[in-house]
């Protein structure tokens, strides 16, 4: 996401970068040069003017620090008004004090409403809530049965009736009400396009549900689309924020750029892939940072700790310690590794990574190449590869739909793997004076004495 944006502001802050000191022409120029990216990564025209005038009125004012310098200070001050135009702060979702908190989801056919309704039930699953989803989107066809579908998924309960929008949203609240369900999550009707009709269903449904949030939610790839579709369910609904999706489609970052600051609402949400987990609350400072090429490691972070099997990482860690990391456990590995999500997503997130590194193409496929290849061994294969012989790889190759010199480049790399390893201090060493045994498979045993 932010290809666009990320590119050209590297491209401005190298040269920056390179400059000792800072002249009247070397700022200009430069924010000639921001005001540019953000138009060509589909910004908001009044909001790009604001921004850089902000920018342009700090860098001006000189609020020098000196440990910094100029170029860094302008960085930083772009930085921070970028934040500040994302929105400032993340907000923070507040409970009903008497359950059940209703949220309300409002917003075109096509925005990946229905999808967001039961990500969002999962991500307050992941709060430790009992959210329950109400279809209400009765003009779609199979509406009811897909969430249905995405309900099971995520282990979120969906109610539904065959009557009207607004019946089945009061009849939701109710039916949370007797089951002791604390969150409701009401999935509303789109349109193609904004009508008469699609806004007094949508109005109604909210005067009959009293939701405590009523989130719109958007397409991120529609650009200055999503910000008109935003400003008109504004001036019809009371909005409390926005759900941005398929923002990992989103190579310019316009949507996410212009929609806080032009409705006045938070992005509260953003989707940024099709699994469940692929959905996180918005934080302004951390996309700030990843649009400027500064990385999310915290983002990262806390993918990881959600994701993250305790179990297995200690186990693989025990492993290493002991000197025994082997396929298996490297296997295992590499099944935590996915429940990040996809490597593109993760990218963006690394710190400090060069723009080439940035820009090369991620692809996902050469993991599941090396699970293939993994899976078409043996137990005793994948504990020892040293037993592989040439009619062995023969036999994997044809099992994992790769050839012998796939197989064996992966062999090679995994022992360059375990060389770093020792060499960091990250594996044990093999006991000194051990011999290898191929009666015992190849593996290392302790010498006689003589």
């Given amino acids: 996401m932010f290809e666009t944006l990320t590119g050209r502001f590297d491209e401005i802050f190298t040269r920056l970068r390179g400059r000792g000191r800072l002249s009247e022409a070397d700022l200009a ?18 909001v790009t003017r604001e921004l850089v005038e902000k920018i342009r009125s700090r860098a001006a004012d000189a ?38 908190t209703v949220v309300l989801l409002a917003g075109l056919q096509g925005s ?4 967001a309704a039961a990500k969002l039930a999962r991500w307050f699953l992941g709060q430790g809530r009992h959210p329950l989803l109400v279809a209400a989107d009765l003009q779609r066809p199979a509406a009811v049965e897909q969430l249905r579908i995405l309900g099971r998924e995520v282990g979120a309960a969906v109610f539904s009736a065959p009557t009207d929008p607004v019946d089945v949203a009061r009849r939701g609240v109710a039916e949370a009400i007797r089951v002791g369900r604390d969150v409701v999550i009401i999935d509303t009707a789109g349109r193609v396009s904004i009508d008469a009709a699609l806004m007094d269903e949508v109005a109604a449904v909210a005067q009959a549900a009293s939701p405590r949030y009523t989130f719109l939610v958007l397409d991120a790839m529609t650009g200055q689309d999503a910000v008109a579709t935003a400003v008109a369910f504004h001036h019809a609904l009371v909005l409390d924020g926005v759900i941005l999706t398929k923002l990992d489609g989103d190579a310019r970052g316009g949507a996410a750029l212009s929609v806080a600051k032009v409705v006045g609402r938070p992005i509260a949400f953003v989707s940024t892939g099709e699994r469940p987990d692929d959905f996180e609350t918005f934080r302004p400072d951390r996309m700030a940072g990843r649009i400027l090429g500064m990385g999310d490691v915290l983002s990262l972070i806390e993918r990881a700790e959600h994701a993250y099997d305790e179990d297995v990482a200690g186990r693989a860690a025990a492993r290493m310690r002991s000197g025994r990391f082997t396929l298996e456990d490297f296997y295992d590995q590499l099944q935590q590794m996915k429940r990040l999500g996809p490597l593109s997503s993760l990218v963006g ?3 400090g990574l060069p723009k080439e590194m940035r820009d090369a193409p991620v692809d996902d496929s050469n993991v599941t190449q090396i699970e293939a290849v993994i899976r078409s061994m043996t137990p005793a294969e994948r504990d020892d590869p040293a037993i592989i012989n040439g009619s062995r790889r023969t036999r994997i190759a044809a099992g994992s739909g790769t050839t012998p010199a796939e197989v064996n480049d992966l062999l090679n790399r995994f022992k360059e793997m375990q060389k770093l390893m020792r060499s960091s201090g990250m ?24």
């Fill in 29 to 46: 120029r430069a924010l000639r040069e921001i005001r540019i990216a953000l138009l060509e990564g589909d910004v908001n025209l009044d």
């Fill in 63 to 100: 609020e020098l620090d000196k440990s910094l310098t100029p170029a860094q200070q302008v960085i930083k001050i772009v930085n921070e008004e970028l934040t500040a135009t994302l929105g400032g702060e993340q907000l923070r979702i507040s409970y009903a004090s008497k359950p059940p």
């Fill in 112 to 115: 990946g409403k229905t999808s």
């Fill in 349 to 351: 997130m690394l710190p």
């Fill in 427 to 450: 594996m044990a060493h093999p006991r000194p004076g051990g011999r290898r045994d191929k009666r015992k498979g190849g593996r290392v045993t302790p010498a006689r004495s003589r």
